[in-house]
């Protein structure tokens, strides 16, 4: 007990830190706030009026359907796992990464709970006020109201945490070999921007994309997507699977690529 | 004695931007890895909006061609004013670091001073992709010569609006103390619905992102000119261009105005 409440002592010191400092900058919130409302707000309303034109249903998903799982989406982003790429880039150029690797803590460890904790707060605040705006305004679906419902979103959103944490994790450790790793970090960002369902929510998928969106690990970060449509009540053990399978492999590259990097550095001192 | 005044601002900014673009291609495989990797990145949002067209139908009278064009004028405006002037970026940090002294000390103009401080590698990417769209754009709508010349014009128009539009945004930086995250915010409403399929566009959101955020002037607005050879909506973009251009530069120097040094004695960083 006291080894677990010693191994666990160093991530809630980083969340807590993070989440006060983040408290004290206001404006960082309104920031956050106002980068959800134009890329999701602006969407929704616009897929308000599209599905309006069909006669409210388009593929088979009308928008209350379309709505959420965006906004899932969006609320995900809110927690800004994909910045830990350029956070370990930056530590790379800067020689940041010495001092890092000289302390008694895990770097990689350190970096992905400073990356939870300056999110969390963000995360909180804007997803509250959107499941209560979109409450409002638009209503839950019935598959929300399902029992199996909350337990499952739960799950699958702590799996693509841990998911985003890992593939960013990689794009990052690539700095260790390649000078600038933005191009790779884009190519990706974009890959799970496109199969996560954000700007075109997975209902409206082609067939193709959506078994490519179900099948790789940049649709698998994102299923809490999936979480919305009736097929999730049949298919989540499936698509959690997905998961943790993604969550292992991407696990093992992490993990050998760090063994790998940390070999590359030489700490000069000084 | 006024004109000899621009030549010379104009020729400093062309020489600043010159050395800008020697000293990013010194790391040749990174200027070229970034250059590509934003080609790549934009095309993503073809592909996207290009599934919407499908699921969804013609909106507005909206196409993929449409979805192209509109994709080409963006980039190529974000490449055009972040590429060559990059500096009104990095504004909220110029002024944290207090490393924003040494352009108040510089004896040219102020703005394109800052401007011209810094290059965007990867903005090469978005001005080569843009290029390349707005030719297939024009391939594809067989586009008269009228049609070009007009791309070529709202090109320019759409430039100044989104040059404004970033000094307007980034001016905000000398309100706050803590700017970077919050201007980042303004400038994420400027620039997503931007991006956005215009057809969708209709009613108060038209109005609003027309008139009061300027993001449909860039895009939205010069494809459908372009296609439907609308002189009307050429005149207002071109009346709000004016408009939008004067307001920046007399908010940027009414913000600068509140700006506080924070030097930390790092003059010339």
């Given at each position: 007990?006291?080894?677990?409440l010693k191994?666990?002592r160093l991530?809630i010191k980083i969340?807590k830190t993070?989440?006060?400092?983040h408290f004290y900058?206001?404006f960082?919130?309104?920031a956050?706030?106002?980068?959800?409302?134009?890329r999701?707000?602006i969407?929704?309303?616009?897929?308000w009026?599209?599905?309006r034109?069909?006669?409210?249903v388009?593929n088979?998903?009308?928008?209350l359907f379309?709505?959420?799982?965006?906004f899932?989406?969006?609320?995900?982003l809110t927690?800004?796992l994909?910045?830990i790429?350029?956070l370990?880039?930056?530590?790379?150029?800067?020689?940041?990464v010495e001092?890092?690797f000289?302390k008694?803590?895990?770097?990689l460890?350190?970096?992905m709970?400073?990356?939870?904790?300056s999110?969390?707060?963000?995360?909180?605040?804007t997803?509250?006020?959107?499941?209560i705006a979109?409450?409002?305004?638009?209503?839950?679906?019935?598959?929300?109201k399902?029992?199996?419902?909350?337990?499952?979103l739960?799950l699958t959103?702590?799996?693509?945490?841990?998911?985003?944490?890992?593939?960013y994790?990689?794009?990052?450790?690539?700095?260790?070999?390649?000078e600038?790793?933005?191009?790779?970090?884009w190519?990706?960002d974009?890959?799970i921007m496109i199969?996560?369902?954000?700007?075109?929510?997975?209902?409206?998928?082609?067939?193709?994309?959506?078994?490519?969106?179900?099948?790789?690990?940049?649709g698998?970060?994102n299923?809490?997507?999936?979480t919305v449509?009736?097929?999730?009540?049949?298919n989540w053990?499936q698509l959690?699977?997905?998961?943790l399978f993604w969550?292992i492999?991407?696990?093992?590259?992490?993990?050998f690529m760090?063994?790998?990097?940390?070999?590359?550095?030489s700490?000069?001192g000084? | 004695?006024?004109?000899?005044?621009?030549?010379?601002?104009?020729?400093?900014?062309?020489?600043?931007?010159?050395?800008?673009?020697?000293?990013?291609?010194?790391l040749?495989?990174?200027?070229?890895?970034?250059?590509?990797?934003?080609?790549i990145?934009?095309?993503?949002?073809?592909?996207?909006?290009?599934?919407?067209?499908?699921?969804v139908?013609?909106?507005?009278?909206?196409?993929?061609?449409?979805?192209?064009g509109?994709?080409?004028?963006?980039?190529?405006?974000f490449?055009?004013?972040f590429?060559a002037?990059?500096g009104?970026r990095?504004l909220?940090?110029?002024?944290?670091?207090?490393s924003?002294?040494?352009?108040m000390?510089?004896?040219?103009?102020l703005l394109?001073r800052?401007?011209t401080?810094?290059?965007?590698?990867s903005?090469l990417?978005d001005?080569?992709?843009?290029?390349?769209?707005?030719?297939?754009y024009?391939?594809?709508?067989?586009?008269?010569?009228?049609?070009?010349?007009?791309?070529?014009?709202?090109?320019?128009?759409?430039v100044?609006?989104?040059?404004?539009?970033?000094?307007?945004?980034?001016?905000?930086?000398?309100y706050?103390?803590d700017?970077?995250?919050?201007v980042?915010?303004?400038?994420?409403?400027?620039?997503?619905?931007?991006?956005?399929h215009?057809g969708?566009f209709?009613?108060?959101?038209?109005?609003?992102?027309?008139?009061?955020v300027?993001s449909?002037?860039?895009?939205?607005?010069?494809?459908?000119i372009?296609?439907d050879?609308s002189?009307k909506?050429l005149l207002?973009?071109s009346?709000?261009?004016?408009?939008w251009?004067l307001?920046?530069?007399?908010l940027?120097?009414r913000a600068?105005r509140?700006?506080?040094?924070?030097?930390?004695m790092?003059?010339?960083?």
């Amino acid at each position: 007990m006291k080894k677990i409440l010693k191994k666990i002592r160093l991530p809630i010191k980083i969340i807590k830190t993070q989440i006060r400092e983040h408290f004290y900058y206001g404006f960082r919130l309104v920031a956050s706030m106002m980068t959800t409302i134009a890329r999701c707000g602006i969407l929704l309303i616009l897929y308000w009026y599209v599905y309006r034109l069909n006669n409210g249903v388009i593929n088979g998903t009308t928008f209350l359907f379309a709505a959420w799982s965006i906004f899932f989406y969006f609320a995900f982003l809110t927690l800004q796992l994909r910045t830990i790429a350029k956070l370990i880039m930056q530590d790379v150029q800067s020689g940041n990464v010495e001092i890092l690797f000289s302390k008694p803590i895990s770097y990689l460890s350190y970096r992905m709970w400073w990356q939870v904790g300056s999110g969390i707060y963000y995360f909180l605040v804007t997803t509250t006020l959107g499941v209560i705006a979109l409450a409002f305004l638009i209503g839950f679906p019935t598959t929300m109201k399902i029992g199996v419902f909350i337990p499952t979103l739960i799950l699958t959103f702590f799996c693509g945490c841990i998911l985003s944490l890992f593939i960013y994790s990689i794009v990052g450790l690539f700095s260790f070999w390649v000078e600038d790793i933005n191009p790779i970090y884009w190519i990706v960002d974009k890959m799970i921007m496109i199969l996560g369902g954000s700007f075109l929510p997975i209902a409206l998928f082609p067939a193709l994309m959506y078994k490519i969106s179900l099948f790789s690990p940049f649709g698998a970060a994102n299923m809490v997507t999936h979480t919305v449509y009736e097929s999730w009540r049949t298919n989540w053990y499936q698509l959690v699977g997905v998961q943790l399978f993604w969550i292992i492999l991407l696990g093992l590259i992490t993990y050998f690529m760090f063994k790998k990097a940390k070999e590359k550095v030489s700490v000069n001192g000084g | 004695m006024e004109d000899k005044y621009i030549m010379k601002e104009l020729k400093f900014s062309l020489y600043a931007i010159k050395k800008n673009i020697q000293n990013s291609a010194e790391l040749r495989t990174s200027f070229l890895m970034n250059v590509v990797g934003m080609a790549i990145n934009n095309i993503s949002f073809i592909i996207l909006w290009g599934f919407f067209v499908k699921s969804v139908g013609i909106i507005g009278g909206w196409t993929v061609a449409d979805i192209v064009g509109l994709q080409g004028f963006v980039a190529l405006c974000f490449g055009i004013v972040f590429s060559a002037g990059d500096g009104i970026r990095r504004l909220a940090d110029y002024a944290a670091s207090g490393s924003f002294d040494r352009f108040m000390l510089s004896p040219k103009n102020l703005l394109v001073r800052i401007a011209t401080a810094s290059f965007g590698t990867s903005a090469l990417g978005d001005m080569v992709f843009g290029i390349v769209c707005l030719v297939i754009y024009a391939s594809l709508l067989h586009a008269s010569i009228l049609q070009i010349l007009l791309m070529v014009l709202l090109v320019f128009i759409a430039v100044v609006v989104f040059f404004s539009a970033a000094v307007v945004i980034y001016s905000t930086t000398f309100y706050f103390t803590d700017a970077s995250g919050t201007v980042g915010g303004f400038f994420e409403l400027f620039l997503s619905p931007a991006l956005f399929h215009g057809g969708a566009f209709q009613g108060v959101m038209r109005f609003i992102f027309t008139f009061l955020v300027p993001s449909l002037l860039i895009g939205t607005l010069p494809v459908e000119i372009v296609r439907d050879l609308s002189f009307k909506k050429l005149l207002m973009v071109s009346v709000l261009a004016i408009i939008w251009f004067l307001l920046s530069i007399k908010l940027f120097y009414r913000a600068v105005r509140k700006y506080e040094s924070t030097n930390f004695m790092t003059f010339g960083n």
